[in-house]
């Protein structure tokens, strides 16, 4: 079965500061792998994915994230945040075939003016 | 853009009640879904349902839950006998190849 593993469940920053979050996976064939916000109050968003092809996928926001097969990694990142990313950030997974998607337990993310 | 709409947002019920929660998927997505998250755990798949029919379920998805799309939009999730475990948020997200969209959820609180 697919498990996906965030680490730092909470992280808080000041505002201009680079964020990393990390995202671990344990699959060996073939996988998808998004990245979700969700937002106080809101659904979860999109912000970026990877099916095949540049292993650094810029999304929204400023965001971006390298997949790094070797390391079973697709860590998210923005050099610079802002006070409006403060927001719980989901890693996720599906194999290829399987349509269910694996979620980690989230980042819950506080971006200090 | 085309949402992913879910009702009620909010719904309290006491322990033994049966739930509907409803979503009314994006009309030319063809796979939909549940998934819960309990609070301060991470979200959970329960079940998908493609060509009207269960295609995967999770071992959560046990008896108590059932899922139908009883008129073509609207999609269901209903919990016969609630219990307080069940209390979490209940998001539905419907897909075409791989592009998933999610609901803004219903937060079931069973008292």
């Known amino acids: 079965a697919q498990s996906v593993s965030q680490h730092n469940h909470h992280v808080i920053l000041s505002e201009a500061a680079s964020l990393e979050l990390g995202c671990n996976y344990s699959?060996?064939?073939?996988?998808?792998l998004f990245w979700y916000v969700q937002y106080p109050g809101q659904h979860l968003q999109l912000l970026l994915k990877?099916?095949?092809?540049?292993?650094l996928v810029k999304g929204i926001k400023g965001f971006e994230a390298e997949f790094i097969k070797s390391k079973f990694s697709f860590n998210l990142r923005k050099p610079s945040v802002q006070w409006s990313d403060t927001a719980e950030y989901f890693c996720?997974?599906?194999?290829?075939?399987?349509?269910?998607?694996?979620f980690g337990k989230g980042n819950q993310v506080v971006v200090i003016p | 853009e085309p949402e992913v709409t879910q009702t009620p947002s909010h719904q309290v019920t006491q322990m033994g009640q049966e739930v509907i929660l409803r979503c009314v998927p994006i009309?030319?997505?063809?796979?939909f879904y549940w998934y819960r998250q309990i609070l301060g755990q991470k979200v959970e798949f329960l079940v998908s349902?493609?060509?009207?029919?269960?295609?995967?379920k999770s071992e959560i998805f046990d008896d108590q839950f059932s899922v139908e799309r009883p008129d073509g939009s609207n999609f269901t999730l209903k919990i016969r006998s609630t219990k307080l475990e069940d209390s979490a948020m209940y998001f539905c997200?419907?897909?075409?190849?791989?592009?998933?969209?999610f609901g803004s959820g219903t937060r079931l609180t069973v008292v």
């Open positions: 997200a419907s897909m075409v190849i791989h592009g998933y969209t």
């Open positions: 996720a997974v599906n194999s290829g075939g399987n349509n269910r998607l694996a």
């Open positions: 009309s030319n997505h063809l796979y």
């Open positions: 990877y099916f095949s092809g540049d292993p």
């Open positions: 699959y060996g064939g073939t996988v998808n």
């Open positions: 349902f493609y060509n009207n029919e269960i295609s995967e």
